[in-house]
């Protein structure tokens, strides 16, 4: 090759390189000056922040670009049609789904952007005290699904033991309301309503304490008093042949007690444990005349042989007996409210009168009762026979507190 061509050759490549690199500070300069004219956006999405070089126009051609689909419950800082500027700092909260049950009532479903569970019942102006029942704790961050509940507490009257109170509560049913004030029911409690039973704002529950004890009770036995004629002693005059001696009886009493109170008592068993014994008097009968025929000799000595009486009193005779007494009312089983002889007890309630076997007590006597008072012999009963009397009392716990005993009668006229 000639001097020439090869000058020409130098050339040629020189002009190629300089073609090449010129395109290349051209494609240079044009990108560095696409990126230049980027603008910077700070991006806030559900917490997580990070630094975006952007070439749109407006924040929805932001989030677009950046795959962020914005719903209509969606938070967002700025409006989508806003154009973007440089520095601007964009921050997005996707809305979650949550449902909301109050009380008995159907769940309903929310769309929120609160962070927690507080935070949405307080956008919601739903009302929550700290007695209410919540699923969920007020600090408990909300989830997309979630299932919220809340139950309000309700007074309910509640009556232990005869101790009153009111007592909020968000249980609903009896059992649940017990179980929640830490209340243990005993074998013979009773409850009401039942345990079972729904529980309202107007309900009143009522808890009895029962409880079954034996009561143990000495009882002294009354003894009779048998009177016996005597012609060697003048008329009017007595003497003490033997003493009389009390026996003692014990009575085992099965009691129920509600609330602390006797309620009922029953008798099951009985022993006697010294017999009583009887008082003996002798009552004399001889009577002095200055003078005596035959037939009234004969008369005198039929009435010396005379037979000896017994009376239940201990003094003279038939003036006071010891006999075993009860209780009833006028309401009592069986009972029609108006006695043997005439005497309403339904409009005399507390009217004394006790029934009696009228072949030991005559109907119509006035009588005083150890523990009773005055009253009048004035009914009848058909398990009342010979040692036996029943008195009237006004309500049926005071029949119930009576019981059985045995007491002095006095008999008045």
């Known amino acids: 090759m000639d001097k020439k061509n090869k000058v020409q050759s130098v050339f040629s490549n020189a002009a190629l390189w300089i073609s090449i ?40 051609e932001l989030l677009t670009d950046l795959g962020v689909e914005v719903e209509a419950h969606d938070e967002l800082s700025h409006e ?24 008995d009532k159907k769940s309903k479903s929310y769309f929120t952007t609160a962070k927690t569970v507080g935070e949405f019942l307080e956008e919601e102006n739903v009302d929550v005290k700290e007695r209410d029942d919540l699923s969920h704790e007020a600090s408990a961050q909300v989830e997309n699904g979630m299932d919220i509940h809340i139950d309000h507490a309700f007074q309910v009257a509640f009556d232990e033991g005869g101790e009153k109170e009111k007592v909020w509560t968000t249980a609903s049913t009896v059992g649940e309301f ?58 009017g005059k007595e003497k003490v042949v033997s003493s009389g001696e009390e026996g003692l009886v014990t009575k085992e009493y099965e009691v129920i007690l509600k609330n602390g109170e006797e309620a009922s008592r029953e008798l099951v068993e009985e022993t006697v444990e010294k017999e009583s014994k009887k008082k003996i008097v ?17 008369s005198s000595s039929s009435s010396s042989n005379s037979a000896t009486t017994v009376s239940r009193g201990n003094t003279s005779s038939s003036k006071t007996l010891y006999m075993h007494a009860t209780a009833y009312t006028a309401s009592c089983s069986g009972c029609s409210g108006v006695t043997a002889t005439g005497i309403n007890l339904n409009a005399n309630p507390n009217a004394k009168v006790i029934a009696v076997d009228p072949s030991v007590i005559p109907l119509g006597t006035r009588v005083w009762v150890e523990g009773y008072g005055y009253a009048v ?15 009237h009392v006004s309500s049926q716990s005071k029949a119930l507190s009576f019981g059985r005993r045995n007491v002095k009668v006095k008999i008045l006229d």
């Open 377 to 391: 012999a004035g009914d009848t009963g058909g398990a009342i026979n010979g040692n036996r009397i029943d008195l």
């Open 80 to 103: 989508l049609s806003e154009p973007i500027t440089f520095g601007m700092d964009v921050t997005y909260i996707p809305s979650k789904s949550i449902n909301l049950a109050v009380d």
């Open 178 to 235: 017990l179980k929640n004030q830490d209340v243990e029911l005993n074998k013979l409690d009773e409850i009401k309503p039942a345990k079972k039973d729904a529980l309202k704002p107007d309900t009143k529950v009522t808890l009895t304490r029962v409880e079954k004890v034996t009561d143990i009770v000495e009882e002294e036995i009354g003894f009779t008093v048998e009177t016996r004629n005597d012609d060697s002693m003048a008329k």
């Open 282 to 298: 002798a009552v004399g009968t001889k009577v002095s005349q200055p003078t005596r025929s035959a037939s009234n000799s004969s």
């Open 21 to 60: 690199i010129s395109v290349a500070s051209i494609a240079f300069l044009l990108t560095v000056s696409y990126q230049a004219t980027k603008a910077s956006v700070q991006v806030t999405e559900n917490g997580q922040t990070e630094l975006v070089r952007t070439h749109a126009d407006t924040v929805g």
